[in-house]
């Protein structure tokens, strides 16, 4: 893309209300457009990177079996009310309004009771199980405090996958490959080395849940990490017989500040009996589903990313999520050829697939470099007099500042790599 | 993908409260589900419909210079009150909910005046004009009656573009472009031979505004056509005046009903006034920006489909928003050769990347091909004891019902093309 036609401009400042650094950058860089407090709008080049992380998830939730749908954003009473979710008290992240009769409707927090309502119309014996089912859906949250930026919206995107077993040996199969899929996820995602296997507590049904956990300054969690282990503990079941049951020493766990980009949990049986989603087993036995909940949410790893890989000069995407995977820039040379090369480079990117946004807007080059570090994108080439009389271009990495020299071909086979 | 994995069933009958077609076909075959009245979820096959309808819509937005975006469901009042749109008695379709701290918050019926407000951020000059901005996104309406299915939703995503104009010539030249565009979108989608460019009321700043009003006697409209010039006026436009600047003639007007799949009008500066979205020209002459505003539902165009080109048996898809190209259906012999066949054959189909669903299924023949008419995917392939003894594979054409026996290189170059 040509960005003299991109519509966003960077800027100096961001909005002096906003505190957090994931969304200053983003402001700064025209990634996202801030609506109010927690709630953000993705512009061009927010909405290709957010668009990339759905896409490194989707995946990963199609490869353990998942299949994709859309739930709806608008939740009835009948819903949410078996599971005692519905009174603002039990949950109190609930927006409400009303259709004009006056039937109140809720906007979905959440989404395991819809599934389960929906899941009746086609479970019914042992032979329709097991199922995973997933959405990339909006979820809205009435937070009390919303200053973490794009890491916790009153209004934002999660995914949320739900299993539904016959046994708990069937649930547990799937609740590993989970666990192993969203490593991945992280992985791929660029933040797989600083994000922690973190145990939580599993509520009802099983002794842990656990959270996917990445170490920032910006994290509103406290988690205890054990480096060599590559694992950690939520303080909520930071206790001896814990530490025990995992084999973990006290005094090898060093507490750290997170942000929890993932969670998977064992539902049991509570929505299933409570919404009556139940199979007749191979002799015929009536049981209720085993569950399992599984979110990430893609505009808080973006948040997260931007908080843990950021320096002092700008965003430095993973090359997985990154808006586009050049950022080609021209130095103007008086007689035009710079121009006529860049142009003719340009053609050449595009024609060998990578995508490449082509600083082309008629600046100082001081302001295009410092854009471009703003910007983040992972390979900065320049073209510019100096480049051309050297018969070769400028490529510069730009999360190690590491500079090369290459002739056209060779530049077009690294950057295909 | 095969069938057998798939959760969702067909069932016999739609649920009793709904009394449109599209949806009750669209929830019998398993596409949608309703969660109440106006308010579908899409399920695996129905997402699939609706992002292929959805990746059409955005590369003819695309095509004609438009930057993807999503905004923000949750508006605020100060947004929408310079252009008096924020009292429920001047638009009276807004949901509204509140913070925690009292603030009201709307549901977004529609975006100009919050995108108007954006731009703010981002034009100054006429170097950083025109642009073309648009999203798929949800808008929220509190309609009175939800009757249509899936053609009238209290929830739905919809396509709006917003152009942002220097003069009134360069914003006339792009409303050409997108009605072409918008003409493209329901030739590609499979209804433009019955979508008709409708005349309607222009407003406060022009004449006319354009409808695509797609002929189907679901619709909520009335239209007249003329079908020798294949246009249309609509009600609130027939009269004399007009048919005269149309050089239409009344004789050859027939009214029918119709369902409004697009709509293009100018907005003029009514929201640039409003909201100050102001540029200077290149005098330095301050002027306010001049807009337009371009939707497509994606849903209501899935629900004119299937409206439009069902048959009594079941929807009949166009190529282009089909779930899948092929659906192969197995009957068992007893000697399991028919599977192994089946299995080969699948195979096959995915290494030549054509979409397949493959009813692998343990059920009668009858009910596999009764539904695979239901379903509607364009192509159906059997493979049974029958066709492996012929050494060819049937494929039925859904459309026109057009039966062909062809061997496997045949029918993968025929689904190929």
Known sequence: MRQSQLFTRTRKEAPKDEVSKNAQLLIRAGYIYKEMAGVYAFLPLGLRVF????????EEMNDIGGQEVSLTAFQQKETWTPTNQWDDKEVDVWFK????????????VTHEAALTKLMKDFVSSY?????YVYQFQTKFRNETRAKSGIMRCREFVMKDLYSFSRTQDEHNAFYEKAKQAYEQVFKRLGIGNQTYLTFASGGMFTKFSHEFQTVTDAGEDLIYVDENKKLAVNKEVLNDEVLK???IHRADLVEKKAVEVGNIFSLGTRFSDALELNFLDEKGVKKPV?????GIGPARVMGTIVETLSDKDGIVWPEAVAPFKVHMIVVDSKDGSARAAADALYAALQKAGIETLYDDRDLRPGEKFADADLIGIP????VSEKTIAAGKHEMKVRATGEVRSLAETELIDTLRE
Chains 1, 2 share one sequence.
């Open 127 to 131: 032979r329709s199980l097991p199922q």
């Open 51 to 58: 668009n990339k992380i759905v896409g490194v998830i989707r």
């Open 379 to 382: 390979y900065r080439v320049v």
């Open 245 to 247: 049951d995992l084999g």
């Open 290 to 294: 085993i569950m399992g909940s599984y």
């Open 97 to 108: 309004t009303q259709l004009k009769n006056g039937t109140e409707l809720g906007l979905a």
